[in-house]
C-alpha cells in the first residue's frame, strides 16, 4: 500500500471559442465565480471575470505520493477539460501549479 498524499493545484487557461450560448451563461453566473469563490475543492472552484479571457479551477487532489506533483497536476487538469466540455465552454493552454500540502513547510512565529 502506497503512500498518500494531498496536492492543492490552480489550473489556469484562457476561454477559447465560446458560443453566444456559453457566453451568456458565464456573463450571468460571473457574479458568483469571482475572487469571493476562491476554494479548493475535489470537484473544483471555477474563477473567471466578465472580460471572458482568463479563468483559473482550484482543485484538491489526492493522489500516490510515488506519482509526485506532476500527475496530480495531470489529474487536475483532466479534471478541468471534463468539466468544462461538460458545460460546453471552450478553453486553451491550460497550466497547472500544484501544492503538496504534506511536504509543505510551515514556519510558525515563536
Same mark, same amino acid.
Do not use: A, C, N, W
Given at each position: 500500500?502506497?503512500? &498518500?498524499?494531498?496536492?492543492?493545484?490552480?489550473?489556469?487557461?484562457? =476561454?477559447d471559442g465560446l458560443s453566444e450560448e456559453? &457566453?451568456? &451563461?458565464?456573463?450571468a453566473e460571473a457574479d458568483d465565480h469571482g475572487l469571493t469563490a476562491m476554494r479548493f475543492t475535489e470537484e473544483?472552484?471555477?474563477?473567471?471575470?466578465?472580460?471572458?479571457?482568463? =479563468?483559473?479551477? &482550484?482543485?484538491?487532489?489526492?493522489?500516490d505520493a510515488e506519482?509526485?506533483?506532476e500527475m496530480a497536476g495531470v489529474l487536475a487538469e483532466d479534471r478541468v477539460e471534463t468539466a468544462l466540455g461538460e458545460l460546453g465552454h471552450g478553453y486553451k493552454g491550460l497550466r497547472s501549479t500544484v501544492t503538496d500540502l504534506d511536504t509543505m513547510k510551515v514556519n510558525r512565529k515563536r
Open positions: 500500500m502506497s503512500t &498518500r498524499h494531498t496536492y492543492r493545484v490552480i489550473v489556469r487557461g484562457t =476561454f456559453s &457566453r451568456s &451563461r458565464l456573463l473544483g472552484s471555477l474563477t473567471y471575470d466578465r472580460t471572458l479571457k482568463h =479563468f483559473s479551477y &482550484r482543485l484538491v487532489v489526492v493522489s506519482d509526485g506533483e
